[in-house]
């Protein structure tokens, strides 16, 4: 199959890209973080969406080389603002589940920090609901995170079937709400929305809401005090150079 003949190559062509997605705290406007996401650009299949050649990755073991390179080139970018002078900001890396469950994970996380000199309280690491709460995401590899003081976040919060009792049980810094919530803002998505927010306030966690793409969204979200925003309405995700302006303007 072409395509995964051609994601084998990849990495050593250099056809991976970082795109950025500013992250910000409703309230006060400023900038907190950006979340990775991984662009892939083939000369004859144009742009490869990463829906489509992640899992691939993830079935083919090459997410492991994929991920690592992701989590440096997102930690070196981040440094590199840093050294620029730039307030300091978060920055957000997707991980699968494959690369967590590695024994070597939080070996590979730590050698990462060493080489870019990025500060561990910089990176977040994006798990997703469903990984942490059906047990594939050991307890242990998430305290060894803690204890290094890198920030966890669960993506995609509210899609699993996460038993909300067990969730004090781990050590996460923030949940990210699914961008499905937001997206319709019927009666009962307002609902869990609103109770999301209650639930990571009483918990002392962090909360974002993501996929904001109207003004109404970000105005229920406001009314709603959710501390963070991301979505196509405040920044699409878009290549480094486009960054430097949010550093300065905030929202
Ligand atoms: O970036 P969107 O821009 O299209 O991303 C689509 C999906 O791919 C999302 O679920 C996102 O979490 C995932 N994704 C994007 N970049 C990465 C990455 O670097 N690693 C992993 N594991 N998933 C990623
Ligand atoms: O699975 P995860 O939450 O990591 O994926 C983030 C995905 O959401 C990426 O594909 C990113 O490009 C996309 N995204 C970010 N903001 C918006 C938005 O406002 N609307 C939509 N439809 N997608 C968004
Ligand atoms: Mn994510
Ligand atoms: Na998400």
Redesign the pocket.
Known sequence: MKMERELHKALERGQFHLHY?PQFDLQSGHMLGV?A?IRWEHPELGMVSPADFIPLAEETGLIIPIGKWVLQTACRQNKKWQEAGFPAIRVSV?VSVRQFTQPTFVNTVKEVLEQTGLSPEWLDL?LTESMILEGECSHSVLQKLKDLNIHVSM??FGTGYSSLSSLRHFSINRL?ID?TFVKTLDDTNKAIVAMIITLAKSLKMDVLA????TMEQAAFLKEMNCQEV????FAK?MPMEKMNVFFKRPL
């Open positions: 997605q979340e996401l997707n994006e993506d995609d990210k961008q993501e996929g904001i793409e991301q979505g196509y309405f995700p």
